[in-house]
């Protein structure tokens, strides 16, 4: 089983909605972790409410920082959100750097494209696998 993680900064928004996608698509595939550099201490409303409408239940998901997930090194693919120089190197077989917009502070469509263009990079990430 292949073990992936997704990074951002605040592990609130990005990095939480490519885990559930992951998880929801991969599901017995993959094994599926997502953390951040400099967690915010809670998963954004806005990324719950905006995952919630397709279905995805983020309210019993928690923030995590890197040191936390150390215990599942190495990964297969470690994926980072856009947060550059920020993000610390991570023991991985593939580092991949997606270049996501951070949509804490948007609403509406604009929260729901970078929720779609996650969807659409984790799809194609597990079917490379």
Known sequence: MKK????????????????????????????????????????????????????????????KSLNEVKEFFPFDVVVTMGCGDVCPWMPAKKSIDWEIPDPKDLDGDDFRSVRDQIKIKVKDLLYSL
């Open 4 to 63: 992936i993680l997704f990074v951002c900064i605040e592990n609130s928004n990005r990095s939480q909605m490519a885990e559930a996608f992951a998880k929801a698509l991969g599901r017995g595939t993959v094994q599926v972790y997502s953390a951040g550099s400099a967690p915010s201490g809670r998963v954004n409303p806005k990324a719950m409410a905006y995952m919630k409408e397709l279905g995805h239940d983020l309210s019993s998901n928690e923030w």
